[in-house]
Every structure is written in C-alpha cells, then in structure tokens.
C-alpha cells in the first residue's frame, strides 16, 4: 500500500484528489495539510511514502517544505510530488532544486497524477507533459546556475557518464538499456550506482546536477 499526504491549502482541491486516490486499491490518504509547516509536522508523524505538495501555501510554501523534507535524513524514503496551477520554469526549477521528485499542473489527467504517484515511489521523476523537458534543461544549463566541478563527478565512470547524460535526458531504465545495448537490470544497477555517487536520493536531482555541472548541454540528445 502506497501511504500518501496531501497539503494544499484549497480544501476542494484536497477533496477532489483524494477522491480520485481513494478509488484505488494500492494508495492510501492517511493525512492532510493546508500550509507547508503543517505538511511537514505531518510527515515527520506520519512517515508517508508520497507528499502531493502544492507550491503556493500560506505560513511555508511547498518548495521550502519540500526543501526540509529532503534535508530531513529521518525522512529519506518521502518522496514529494508538486502541484502547481503554473508550469512556469522558475517552479519547475526550483522544485527540482528543493528535492521533489516530480512536478505536475493541477490540470492533469487523473490517470496521469496516479501513474506519477506510482512512479515516484519506484524512484523515478515525473514531469508534466505540459511542462517540457527542453523548458528545464534550457533554465537548469543557464550561467548562472552553473556550479563548479564536484569531486563526486570524478569518482563516475565513463560509463556512468553516459548514464548520467541519459537520466538527464528523461530516459527510463529500459530506453537507458535500449540505448547502452544492456539488460532492463544492468542498467538499472547502473542509475542505482550513479544516484549513489552523486548522493541524489532520486533521478530528478541527477538531473539537476547533470544540468549544473555541465555534464550536458540542452538538447545534446536530439541533435
């Protein structure tokens, strides 16, 4: 059973997705917020496998909350899932930064918000298919939001390189394995060996580090 929190200060918005989750047989509501403190007062008690978190929350917003859940080491396995009216970069960005492992508009299909909750729990990241992925890599490559070289880089094969790239590309496991000529479970062992590296608790933030350091460029798989 998938046990999930939801925190959105919109009680109708709350209610409405919890009707659709509560329709399925594999996830669990067991609790609400209406503000970002009161989510993660909530998951520090109740220790849900997913947080739908809105961005826009009176008293804490969900990127700080988000921020705090993932810098919460009791909180490792939580993984957050945003909601947002907007998809606009910057929250797309920043929710990325914060530690959430996917981000949706509220406007999505319900089978989509399912197949997201799902997913985060397998450890992948979800974007929006409103929200493109070339959108992210254009804002995540900027300049400005280029770090220096991290040592931990060095410790990555050419091979896990090559992962890493593909992660960032938003390829699954199985497209990464299609690709590389390798099995569904090499490849898996190999973004299990690079998120270990890195130290990123899921595939979104390789991602964001991929675009940081410069390990790609936007767009480099399509060109």
């Given at each position: 059973m998938i046990r999930i929190l939801l925190a959105d200060d919109q009680r109708l918005v709350r209610a409405g997705i919890r009707g659709i989750l509560d329709d399925e047989h594999d996830l669990e509501v067991v609790g609400e917020a209406a503000d970002g403190q009161a989510a993660l007062a909530a998951c520090r008690e109740l220790l849900p496998d997913v947080v739908l978190m809105d961005i826009r929350m009176p008293v804490m917003?969900?990127?700080?909350?988000?921020?705090?859940?993932?810098?919460?080491?009791?909180?490792?396995?939580?993984?957050?899932?945003?909601?947002?009216?907007?998809?606009?970069?910057?929250?797309?960005?920043?929710?990325?930064?914060?530690?959430?492992?996917?981000?949706?508009?509220?406007?999505?299909?319900?089978?989509?918000?399912?197949?997201?909750?799902?997913?985060?729990?397998?450890?992948?990241?979800?974007?929006?298919?409103?929200?493109?992925?070339?959108?992210?890599?254009?804002?995540?490559?900027?300049?400005?939001?280029?770090?220096?070289?991290?040592?931990?880089?060095?410790?990555?094969?050419?091979?896990?390189?090559?992962?890493?790239?593909?992660?960032?590309?938003?390829?699954?496991?199985?497209?990464?394995?299609?690709?590389?000529?390798?099995?569904?479970?090499?490849a898996k062992t190999h973004v299990s060996r690079v998120m270990a590296k890195l130290g990123a608790r899921d595939r979104s933030q390789v991602v964001v580090m991929a675009y940081e350091y410069r390990l790609v460029r936007p767009g480099w798989l399509t060109d």
């Amino acid at each position: 059973m998938i046990r999930i929190l939801l925190a959105d200060d919109q009680r109708l918005v709350r209610a409405g997705i919890r009707g659709i989750l509560d329709d399925e047989h594999d996830l669990e509501v067991v609790g609400e917020a209406a503000d970002g403190q009161a989510a993660l007062a909530a998951c520090r008690e109740l220790l849900p496998d997913v947080v739908l978190m809105d961005i826009r929350m009176p008293v804490m917003d969900g990127l700080e909350a988000a921020r705090r859940i993932a810098d919460d080491a009791r909180l490792a396995a939580v993984k957050v899932i945003m909601l947002t009216t907007f998809d606009l970069d910057e929250y797309v960005y920043g929710a990325l930064r914060a530690g959430a492992t996917g981000f949706l508009v509220k406007d999505t299909e319900p089978a989509e918000l399912l197949h997201a909750v799902r997913v985060a729990v397998r450890g992948d990241a979800l974007i929006s298919p409103s929200v493109t992925r070339r959108l992210i890599a254009e804002f995540a490559g900027r300049p400005d939001h280029t770090r220096e070289p991290d040592r931990r880089l060095d410790a990555l094969t050419g091979r896990e390189r090559e992962v890493t790239r593909l992660i960032a590309a938003g390829c699954t496991n199985a497209e990464i394995a299609e690709r590389l000529v390798v099995s569904p479970l090499t490849a898996k062992t190999h973004v299990s060996r690079v998120m270990a590296k890195l130290g990123a608790r899921d595939r979104s933030q390789v991602v964001v580090m991929a675009y940081e350091y410069r390990l790609v460029r936007p767009g480099w798989l399509t060109d």
